[in-house]
């Protein structure tokens, strides 16, 4: 049967011997002070499971294979050699669910299984903290109630236990070493001279334990992680292909459709006489009361995007309050104006272009909640408050543009240049009938630019 290539480096990593716990034999004496073993683990390829290749490293330094052999338990597990400054014991660690830590748990076992007392040093934190909780419940001859085979490295964790237990807690001791530390940290006296060494000493022996795998497997491993780039760079490319086309057509489409709205407003014109929203006159009007300044709040200017825009907005507005009879401006109109003074849009646009951008309806929702919050810091006077308040009188303010549904009105009009008047009658109109695109059944999506 044709395999993938999961599947093939999965069974070349595959070993066909069964589960094996060869146990210590017990040790009456109790852990050196000093450390007196060095372990490390190594995981090549880490970005994809099931390429991964790990390799476990044990240095013993000052060690002799003449005044202390391997014991029987070591023999079985890894392979050693001696030189003049200690030994080395390095095995290889394959298997899908392998990690790094695992490569530490599995250098950590083979340490406590040699003969005499143990002062293991390990740079991986993860290790040392399981590793000594679980000394210490043997040390209280409390009964493991851990389920290995539903824990995380289970089985290894299961040969650590019984390691321990058949060796004796008080001959194992496990302690915490900088990995990969410099000549600066151990000359500032952050890390001793023996630590470093001894660490970088197990690290290289981890790498022996990785070469186990032998050259072939590793070169595989490397040919399929390229492979894997690739296909995952070319995936992105596409991806970004499509939004970027999506983008292109929605950007050509909406194009379209302001050009056949211009078609059709100007078809409309030349059948319908529309008449221009009307406002007040500058000299009927006053500035709008303001007692305080966004300056003073700054927690709130920093919440609310457009709060100094508003601020500037509402300062320079000329408004005469109206009677209940009288038409007042529309919250639709006060938006537009405020995005035609050069504003910054109350909802900003996504830095990812393939988003949507705030649609009329929410720009405009987002401005009245913005501007009531500016209000109520910088308006005192709850009579000039009250401008702000809706019109309970249900009438079509806006009916000469061809909307004839209510819209609320405020308790005050604007006064504003007959330039500005064309301008925000072009936008009401481009807004009200322009072609929109429908995305739901409730409601078209248009944009307030």
């Not at 007392?117 to 934190?125: A, K, N, Q």
């Not at 995380?152 to 964790?157: K, M, P, R």
Request: charged share 30%; aromatic share 6%.
């Amino acid at each position: 049967m044709d395999s993938n290539s999961r599947q093939a480096f999965s069974k070349l990593k595959r070993t066909n011997q069964g589960p094996h716990m060869p146990l210590p034999r017990p040790c009456q004496m109790n852990a050196p002070e000093e450390i007196n073993v060095y372990t490390d683990g190594s995981w090549i390829f880490p970005l994809k499971q099931f390429l991964g290749l790990g390799g476990a490293g044990i240095w013993w330094p000052a060690r002799n294979l003449v005044d202390v052999p391997l014991s029987t338990a070591e023999e079985e597990l890894a392979h050693g050699d001696c030189n003049a400054e200690g030994v080395r014991l390095f095995t290889s660690i394959g298997g899908f669910g392998g990690s790094s830590t695992r490569t530490e748990l599995a250098a950590g076992v083979i340490a406590i299984s040699s003969q005499g007392p143990v002062r293991l040093g390990t740079d991986s934190e993860a290790f040392r903290s399981n590793a000594v909780g679980i000394i210490e419940s043997i040390k209280r001859s409390d009964r493991r109630k851990a389920q290995w085979k539903t824990t995380s490295d289970g089985d290894l964790w299961e040969h650590f236990f019984k390691a321990v237990a058949a060796k004796g807690a008080h001959s194992v001791r496990i302690t915490k070493v900088k990995g990969h530390a410099t000549e600066e940290q151990v000359a500032a006296g952050e890390v001793r001279s023996q630590g470093k060494s001894g660490n970088d000493a197990a690290d290289a022996v981890a790498d022996l334990g990785v070469k186990v795998h032998g050259e072939d497997l590793i070169k595989l491993g490397g040919l399929c992680r390229g492979r894997r780039k690739r296909y995952t760079r070319l995936v992105g490319n596409i991806q970004q292909h499509i939004v970027e086309a999506y983008q292109i057509h929605w950007q050509l489409k909406d194009r379209e459709e302001r050009l056949a709205g211009k078609a059709a407003y100007g078809e409309d014109r030349k059948k319908d006489k529309f008449e221009r929203p009307k406002f007040v006159e500058p000299n009927e009007c006053r500035k709008l009361r303001i007692q305080s300044t966004m300056g003073r709040f700054a927690g709130a200017k920093r919440k609310l995007q457009a709060a100094g825009d508003i601020e500037k907005f509402l300062r320079g507005l000329v408004i005469k309050p109206c009677a209940e009879s009288e038409r007042g401006i529309t919250w639709v109109e006060l938006s537009i104006l405020f995005r035609m003074h050069g504003s910054v849009k109350p909802i900003p646009d996504a830095k990812d272009r393939a988003l949507r951008r705030g649609t009329a309806r929410q720009l405009i929702d987002s401005f009245k909640k913005q501007r009531r919050n500016v209000i109520e810091k910088l308006v005192y006077d709850g009579e000039e408050k009250s401008l702000f308040a809706l019109l309970s009188l249900k009438t079509t303010p806006l009916r000469g543009v061809g909307v004839e549904s209510h819209i609320p009105m405020l308790f005050f009009s604007v006064a504003i240049t007959e330039g500005c008047q064309v301008a925000l009658t072009d936008e009401l109109l481009r807004l009200f009938t322009r072609p929109v695109r429908r995305t739901s059944r409730r409601s078209a999506r248009v944009r307030l630019s």
